[in-house]
Nanobody, 126 residues
Framework: QVQLVESGGGLVQAGDSLRLSCAASGRAFSSYAMGWFRQAPGKERESVAAISWGGGSTYYADSVKGRFTISRDNPKNTVYLQMNSLKPEDTAVYYC???????????????????WGKGTLVTVSS
């Protein structure tokens, strides 16, 4: 069992930066890949970024490439999402998720992830 708790969300203006954190507890943190998803009002949950168990491989959705960076600190059981150049369309609830595998997938769906946090709201005003 894995418990995930996100933090760092808030209200920012377009062009600002924000860093989300996800603290994990339970099963060995370094044994699985981690991901960030988001869900905007009225839309389906979509993948944003993912990182392999050791941090050597990453995945990004096209919509955030070049602006967002995912990283992890295994000794601290924490995964981060640095978000730069934020846009109003980035407004969503952001969820941290733990995969059932250690490696990066070529694409992601919500069904790939085994554990979920409760989310943190990011609002970007124009």
């Amino acid at each position: 069992q894995v418990q995930l708790v996100e933090s760092g969300g808030g209200l920012v203006q377009a062009g600002d930066s924000l860093r989300l954190s996800c603290a994990a507890s339970g099963r060995a943190f370094s044994s699985y890949a981690m991901g960030w998803f988001r869900q905007a009002p009225g839309k389906e949950r979509e993948s944003v970024a993912a990182i392999s168990w050791g941090g050597g491989s990453t995945y990004y959705a096209d919509s955030v490439k070049g602006r967002f960076t995912i990283s992890r600190d295994n000794p601290k059981n924490t995964v981060y999402l640095q978000m730069n150049s934020l846009k109003p369309e980035d407004t969503a609830v952001y969820y941290c998720a733990a995969d059932s595998v250690r490696y990066i997938r070529t694409s992601y769906s919500v069904n790939d992830m085994e554990y979920w946090g409760k989310g943190t709201l990011v609002t970007v005003s124009s």
